[in-house]
């Protein structure tokens, strides 16, 4: 039995499914699927005590699920969010007469309110770790009759946690450690935030280097235009270092931004930067003009978000040199992910980087693999990560995996027991009531050689064959006929253990569906994935 509605391992009810409708269902569609099932499930219909009292529980379900779409302001909550959003605290204070849209805005207004109310107990730490490698003795060594020599040549260490103090205003502390060749240095900064109208004001006080004092801000102008800026001050022994900084950025189009940013200081520059962002790619070109180097990069990503994976390249052209990198990330898991690339460039030489993102924690380790551009060292550098994600990924990655789908199917069937059974027995009563209908509907089809299901099989198949798993596969010849309409069989793309006579055999698992049917005298067999659409003939 599910002891929390909100759980992650409830299985929710599809109510378009169960009715057979698409997502853009109109009200006709709505009121045709619920006449269609009300003459299969209506008590009045069944005189048996056993079918009736089927048919009332089969019946009530038609009428909730007709109830939730043919109501637009009950449709619109449960489109975002579910059915689980008809049972959100809050709703009661929404009045009747708001529109679907001011509806689904009412329900991303609940939701920000929770996860603020969150955010308020709970620290957002952020952390980095860096370990630099020098083994450019690998590909160029000192001396040839003793093996290279690999050390790390630098490590930096930074860590941060954020106290929310109001809706507002929070606080954050923040430090770093590094240390390279045998010097050691870091700094401890106290930040404090608060979030204006359309805009936030940043005050951080910092030790380290000197006392550090930074005031900034930003604020949005319009739909067009934002801006942000600031001063600091760092008090060294003999001097105080001013800097100010400030970045202008217009919104071009829905996927473009361009910056004009400045910052002068130690370090002075003026960069002109354009980004361009959509769901398959991203795009980022700038020129730098500025002390003590002048330059132009670019850098393009390939989101293959069907395979969760980014593939990146970038080039960097000016008075310093150039550099081209090339690499890949991969996410590995919600909240994990691994990034490897390769860097050439003068006067730099060869680099592999190696990136592990956990949530917000990073440890990255750049292998400087050769101060000069050697072709053997850019491929080890290209080969090696490919080899090691590959043996990684069946050694570690996938048994991790599949140890945490077996136990998240475990833990959802053991959260859904009673209610599985529930589904179980309310399919076979189902499939009790529609043998009436089943039984005109294939006289019909056979009179207009329409569509006649032969055999219908929905659940798991064998591990590496095209047979079913007995005990992981259900019939529902009778369910799929008396799907047909007028020699027409429509699903649409959703789980099909939702629709009348179905459930689940094997929660968690692929499941397919395949149907052996008969059209003008022809025999046909179609197999489809569980959440793929159908349409016969």
């Not at 049972?87 to 529109?99: A, F, L, M, N, S």
């Not at 390249?313 to 590995?332: D, H, Q, R």
């Not at 850019?378 to 994600?389: D, E, H, K, N």
């Not at 059209?519 to 016969?536: P, Q, T």
């Amino acid at each position: 039995m599910v002891e929390n509605s909100e759980s992650d391992n409830e299985i929710s009810e599809d109510y378009y499914t169960f009715l057979n409708l698409p997502k853009e269902a109109t009200s006709e569609q709505i009121n045709s699927a619920y006449r269609r099932l009300s003459r299969i499930y209506h008590p009045d219909k069944h005189i048996d005590p056993e079918k009736k009292r089927h048919a009332e529980l089969l019946f009530n379900r038609t009428k909730r699920a007709y109830e939730v779409l043919s109501d637009p302001h009950k449709r619109a909550i449960y489109d975002s969010i579910g059915e689980k959003g008809l049972r959100t605290d809050g709703w009661e204070i929404v009045h009747r007469t708001k529109t679907p849209s001011e509806i689904r805005e009412e329900y991303e207004r609940l939701a920000r309110a929770a996860e603020e109310h969150k955010l308020q107990q709970r620290t957002n730490p952020r952390g980095n770790v860096t370990i630099a490698v020098n083994a450019t003795e690998i590909f160029a060594p000192y001396d040839e009759t003793e093996l290279p020599r690999i050390e790390v040549s630098s490590m930096s260490i930074s860590q941060s946690i954020e106290a929310p103090i109001t809706r507002k205003d929070t606080v954050t502390l923040g430090g770093t450690l590094n240390s390279s060749n045998g010097n050691g240095s870091g700094n401890f900064v106290v930040c404090g935030r608060r979030l204006l109208n359309k805009g936030w004001l940043q005050l951080d006080l910092g030790v380290g280097n000197g006392p550090l004092l930074c005031v900034k801000g930003g604020r949005t102008l319009n739909s067009t235009f934002s801006v942000n800026g600031g001063t600091s001050l760092n008090f060294r022994e003999n001097a105080i270092l001013p800097a100010i900084f400030s970045t202008l950025a217009v919104q071009l189009d829905k996927h473009t931004v361009g910056s004009l940013i400045l910052n002068a200081g130690s370090q002075t520059s003026l960069t002109t930067q354009i980004d361009r962002s959509s769901e398959k790619y991203s795009l980022t070109t700038s020129f730098v003009i500025g002390s003590p180097h002048i330059y132009f990069s670019i850098m393009y990503t390939r989101k293959m978000l069907e395979n969760e994976l980014k593939v990146k390249v970038s080039t960097k052209l000016g008075t310093f040199g150039f550099l081209a990198e090339y690499g890949a990330e991969k996410k590995v898991s919600k909240y994990s992910s691994v990034f490897a690339s390769v860097s050439v460039g003068v006067p730099t030489g060869v680099i592999l980087k190696f990136k592990i993102n956990r949530s917000n924690q990073s440890y990255i380790f750049p292998i400087h693999l050769s101060e000069e551009i050697v072709p053997a060292a850019i491929f080890y550098a290209s080969v090696t990560p490919i080899l090691l994600w590959f043996v990684v990924k069946k050694t570690i990655i996938d048994p991790i995996k599949e140890d945490r789908r077996s136990s998240e199917i475990e833990r959802t069937k053991q959260a859904n027991e009673e209610r599985l059974l529930l589904k179980r027995q309310e399919a076979h009563a189902a499939i009790e009531l529609m043998h009436q209908t089943y039984e005109r509907i294939v006289s019909e089809e056979s009179s207009r050689q329409g569509i006649l299901i032969n055999k219908a099989t929905y659940g798991k198949l064998q591990e590496g064959g095209f047979d079913f798993s007995e005990e992981a596969s259900i019939d529902v010849t009778i369910p799929v006929q008396c799907l047909v309409r007028d020699s027409t069989l429509t699903l649409y793309n959703a789980s099909k253990s939702q629709l009348p006579g179905f459930y689940d055999p094997c929660v968690g698992e692929d499941k397919v569906l395949n149907i052996d049917y008969t059209f003008n005298d022809h025999k046909h067999e179609i197999v489809v994935k569980d959440l793929e659409s159908i349409r016969l003939p």
